[in-house]
């Protein structure tokens, strides 16, 4: 929620052609790209595993 706050702040601030003396720059998005990726492949992933056992389990349940 701070990035997308952060976000807007740069965007107003570029349009108007003002400089932000505390503002981020765009070295922090990088690892905050990379750690987005990580936490939903990882939910993504999880969401896999779940499914897939809840289809096997299924599946031997009707023998």
Do not use: C, H, W
Request: hydrophobic fraction near 40%; charged fraction near 25%; glycine fraction near 6%.
């Amino acid at each position: 929620m701070y990035n997308g706050y952060l976000d807007i702040a740069m965007q107003i601030a570029e349009s108007k052609e003002v400089d932000l003396d505390n503002a981020v720059g765009e070295s922090s998005k990088y690892p905050l790209l990379i750690v987005k990726t990580l936490f939903y492949g990882m939910l993504l992933y999880a969401l896999f595993l779940y499914l897939k056992s809840k289809f096997r389990k299924k599946g031997t349940d009707d023998e």
